[in-house]
């Protein structure tokens, strides 16, 4: 009996490299479970209008598996939908798009084979992901030297596009916001428009993300002029923050803030406001999840954050009624992304008449006005992160509502 | 050669480093160490940092990064070594989150949870060729001298190996430093192969992937662990393009391997030409073997 | 706040506490550490929210649903594959080496069945607080700390009291003469993995209600396999009492010293007090056995 577990395990294997192989060969997309709106496009591509010829690749790399799955799913999702629209719009340079997927597991190693892997063995031009700080900061030195661009989702550490030195990566770009640059806009948005002056800061100390906001917030909180009177630390899987929020409780803050993932944040809120703290909570666009209203219930009323515009602009609405008829799941702001990646990519491609990766390069850093689902964004040459609007959200009786665009120099 | 089968190459490289390391001290003592991702950290922070920070050549960084994790594991194993099974591995479990935790905390030298990056790009495929070289021929030389043999007697039976005058404690102690100086030397590799540190990488996943990866290669055996290395490393890349399904075949391929081969690919035998025919002579009557085998180990 | 830390740490160390007996449980029989146990506790939360989302079923009948799902997948895990590894004769550190592959095949499968999405369950109590003093205490918590304390008591009397109890601790003590004895020990194998699911079902169903349910929910057992060794291994009073200490002291040091670094400590003291008493705080001396 075992022994024919074990073949079937062997024959599985086998059917997965040859899988494999395939994905490099043809460059069919990659993965069962990434294959049917790619080669549904592919398909409908033969067409004699369509676009033909040797179809232009393009990669992604995110956490197809583990517990940010979720994302990385919905980036690809999203580019799936992106490549849909741009080959029944004919293509690109005449040729059909395809996009291939491999999973890096949110881990910086896995994800530089699978950079390795979509450079050297299906031949893209430029690669879309991650959502992680840590696997872009390791990808990045990779895309320099094998002179593919890298286009970064979320990831949002000043040290994907920049190195320590501050010496520029010349392949990574990205879509979404930098820490330091929505550190600001949390410290200066609470203090001038919402005039609190006394903050508590809870911080996941495991995290990049987490611990990034957290730095540059505090500096524009109190360069502004606000105190910090309580500044904890925790863990994302730790549960339970009781002990953290009572500390914050005893300290008495006038705000919260709390930039964690929106899972966490559903714990945190419920548990300090069980605790009876009663200041205001602000988050960061970790909080940027239909789920987190739904999580958190009412412990997280009237709480705001700041995020991309996301699904409120008409447009971004209708593409979001689309995606969930397509995948009949809800979607989430990372296949806004996955999307966006995809389209930027396209523009730069028509505008340099080329899919050269070198020309490609040239195209996404000079960049102006690029618009997309995620907002009009333009590119510095200098740090290559996009310049664009961040928008301030409140969460309203279990509803996401959006304030108003709010932006600092 | 693409640089992606490079660097498939230089990660069963760096992997095996390690591997051997568990391998000298589970296969030869049956100490089980769940920490040895904390010493692989260890050599990859300290090695990143004087190469990058203090521009010493790779080769004497390596060297100190495998130096230092191995006194750390002197320190702890002259602690801890008197415990018995699973106390001893709790604390050497204890001991990983420990060093993950720290250097989360200790930021202006780790650089913390942000990550230390900017390291200089120098493991190539060579120096981690040479590495593994070298790696493989002292630990056949150790294992295979008198200390070997004392080690065996330990694993096999350590009242009795105490009794004719083995200094048990001395000989443990040697082969859990020796782990450590392995667990370091591959860490410093690694360090300046991903150009990236951050202390989640050795985490407690890391450390008992390095203990499955000796156990499925076979406890007391060095080709075996190269064995386990390969198939550990490479599983996960062959199922690359399942996503979602790819590390649910992964466990249960763990968990068949060790239903269906009890002893590892290659329990306490070590691979060469002459014993594969007996292999095959031996295929029918095996059930039996390993069943004895078992007991013996018991 | 001293008093509102201490609450805090009780809640946190009674969930502790019954996933800690059930790795003590299994230890005490077949002297291995079920690496696999967090992901049972996983597997009874979702069976539990699976039933309560779809039927709308009352906390107790999600709550026994939960444990009896937890159960059979507990007693499955030990038929097909811990059983056969025992009956390779194989050394009981290949039992821990399978239950790690299990716990990553059940983290892995939880994510494709169920989504990798977090998900909580609807409100079943109001949420409100019990104001003593300066110190509020969770209804919830009062609910769980109840059910911890009823599924811990009747474990006790199942093992001390009753004829079944004296089965398996004559398993426990000598599982070899147990067997040359006419005790069919398979039998008591699966009664005390299914016991073990069981308690980590109910730990499962209220870890998901207190906070929530993913796949990975399993992992916070790390800190209730820490309690039992810090408990004594094989000791189910010794894991309770760690699991206590376990959660106290996290939150104590987190409320006191410094949060990052709350580990540090927990693991450091548990490195001392191993090295202070080999065995754990409860444990029997066991003979060397290699």
Redesign the interface.
């Known amino acids: 009996m075992l022994k024919k577990v074990l073949s079937a395990l062997l024959a599985l294997s086998l059917v997965a490299s040859l899988a494999g192989c395939s994905g490099g060969e043809t460059g069919s997309t990659a993965g069962a479970a990434a294959s049917t709106a790619a080669s549904d496009a592919g398909s409908a591509a033969g067409g004699a209008s369509g676009p033909s010829g040797e179809p232009i690749r393009i990669g992604y790399v995110s956490a197809l598996s583990g517990d940010s799955a979720l994302w990385g799913q919905a980036g690809l999702n999203g580019m799936k939908l992106a490549v849909e629209d741009v080959n029944a719009a004919g293509g690109v340079l005449g040729r059909p798009i395809e996009v291939v997927g491999y999973d890096g597991q949110g881990q910086p190693l896995d994800s530089v084979n699978a950079l390795n892997k979509l450079i050297d063995e299906s031949k893209v031009v430029a690669v879309v992901g991650t959502n992680f700080s840590s696997c872009n900061i390791a990808m990045a030195p990779v895309a320099d030297s094998k002179k593919i661009p890298l286009v970064a989702t979320a990831a949002s550490s000043p040290s994907v596009t920049v190195d320590e030195q501050g010496k520029l990566h010349p392949y990574s770009f990205r879509i979404g916001f930098t820490d330091p640059f929505q550190g600001r806009v949390l410290g200066s948005y609470v203090y001038e428009k919402l005039g609190f002056k006394k903050a508590a800061i809870i911080t996941d100390i495991g995290d990049n993300y987490s611990t990034g906001i957290t730095q540059y917030l505090t500096k524009e909180f109190t360069a502004k002029g606000g105190t910090i009177v309580a500044k904890e630390e925790a863990r994302s899987g730790d549960n339970d923050f009781r002990a953290q929020l009572s500390k914050i409780k005893s300290a008495n803050p006038d705000v919260l803030f709390i930039p964690w993932i929106y899972k966490d944040v559903a714990l945190i809120t419920k548990q300090a406001r069980e605790l009876g703290i009663t200041c205001q909570f602000v988050g960061a666009d970790g909080w940027d999840s239909q789920d987190l209203p739904k999580l958190a219930g009412t412990a997280i009323d009237n709480s705001y954050y700041c995020s991309r515009p996301g699904f409120n602009t008409r447009e971004a609405i209708e593409y979001g009624e689309r995606y969930k008829k397509v995948y009949n799941i809800v979607p989430e702001a990372e296949c806004l992304f996955g999307y966006d990646g995809v389209m930027w990519l396209v523009q730069v491609m028509k505008e340099k008449n080329s899919a050269d990766p070198e020309a490609i390069r040239d195209g996404l850093e000079n960049t102006k006005d690029f618009k997309g689902y995620l907002g009009t964004m333009s590119v510095d040459p200098a740090t290559h992160d996009p310049t664009r609007d961040a928008a301030i959200f409140q969460i309203k009786d279990g509803a996401i509502k959006y304030i108003e665009n709010y932006s600092v120099n | 050669m ?4 490079q ?2 190459i230089i ?1 069963v490289g760096i992997n095996l480093i390690a591997v051997l390391g568990v391998s000298i001290l589970t296969g030869f003592t ?1 100490l ?1 160490s769940f920490g040895n991702a904390g010493f692989m950290s260890i050599g990859a922070y300290t090695c990143a940092i004087l190469t990058t920070r203090y521009n010493v050549p790779f080769i004497v960084a390596i060297i100190a990064g495998a130096a230092f994790a191995g006194l750390v594991g002197y320190g702890l194993g002259s ?2 070594l ?6 001893f591995l ?2 050497t479990l ?2 990983g ?2 060093v993950r ?2 250097f ?2 200790i930021t202006p030298v780790t650089g ?4 230390f ?2 390291i200089p ?1 120098y493991t190539n495929i060579w120096i981690v060729l040479i590495s593994v070289i070298l790696a493989f021929i002292f630990a056949w030389t150790l294992t295979h001298s008198k200390y070997g043999r004392n080690l065996t007697a330990i694993r096999e ?3 009795a190996a105490q009794a004719v005058g083995v200094d048990t404690a001395k000989n443990k102690l040697m082969a859990f430093v020796v782990s450590a100086v392995y667990a370091g030397w591959a860490g410093a590799l690694y360090a300046n192969s ?3 540190l ?4 050795f985490n ?1 996943a890391k450390s ?1 992937e390095l ?2 990866t000796t ?2 290669g076979g406890l007391g055996s060095l080709t075996g662990s190269f064995l386990g290395t390969c198939v550990v490393t490479l ?22 391997i ?3 081969r ?2 590892g690919l290659y329990g306490y035998k070590e691979f060469s030409i002459t014993r594969i025919g007996k292999w095959f002579k031996k295929l029918g009557k095996k059930a039996g073997d ?2 004895r ?3 013996v ?2 | 706040m001293f008093l509102q830390q201490l609450v805090n740490g009780i809640s946190v160390g009674g969930i502790y506490a019954l996933i800690a007996t059930g790795y003590a449980l299994i230890y005490s029989l077949l002297g291995f550490s079920n690496w696999a146990h967090g992901e049972v506790a996983m597997f009874g939360a979702y069976m539990a929210l699976t039933l309560v989302t779809r039927t709308n079923s009352p906390f107790l009948g999600a709550l026994v649903f939960g444990i009896l799902g937890a159960g059979l997948l507990s007693i499955f895990n030990e038929k097909v594959a811990y059983k056969r590894i025992r009956d390779h004769g194989s050394p009981t550190m290949f039992l821990m080496i399978a239950a790690m592959g299990i716990s990553t095949t059940y983290q892995n499968g939880a994510m494709l069945a169920f989504g990798p999405k977090f998900q909580m369950f609807p409100s079943m109590f109001e949420t409100s607080t019990i104001q003593l003093g300066s110190i509020s205490i969770g209804i919830l918590d009062v609910i769980s700390l109840l059910t911890t304390i009823v599924a811990l008591v009747v474990l006790d009397l199942l093992i001390n009291k009753s004829k079944m109890g004296l089965g398996i601790r004559t398993v426990a003590s000598n599982s070899y003469t147990a067997s040359l004895m006419g005790i069919n020990i398979d039998r008591y194998f699966a009664l005390v993995f299914l016991l073990a699911g069981m308690l980590a079902g109910s730990a499962g169903v209220l870890l998901g209600l207190k906070y929530s349910v993913y796949p990975t929910m399993g992992n916070v057992s790390l800190k209730a396999f820490i309690a039992s060794v810090l408990g004594g291994l094989g000791s189910v009073r010794g894991a309770i009492v760690g699991a206590l200490i376990i959660g106290i002291l996290e939150t104590m040091v987190s409320g006191y010293l410094s949060s990052g670094l709350r580990d540090l400590v927990t693991f450091g003291l548990l490195i001392v007090i191993l090295l202070v008493k080999p065995s754990g705080l409860m444990g029997v001396t066991i003979e060397d056995k290699a």
């Open positions: 693409s640089g992606y089968l660097g498939i990660l049956k089980f602690l801890t008197g415990l018995q099974g699973d106390y709790i604390t204890g001991f989150e420990c935790v720290l989360e905390y913390g949870a942000k990550g990056s900017g790009h039976q350590e009242v991903l150009t990236f951050e202390p989640k990488i407690l008992s203990t499955i156990v499925i599983l996960p890349e062959i199922f690359r393009s399942l996503s979602s399904y790819r590390m649910l075949l992964y466990g249960i391929a763990v968990v068949v060790i239903i269906v009890p002893s390993a069943k085998r078992g007991d180990a018991e």
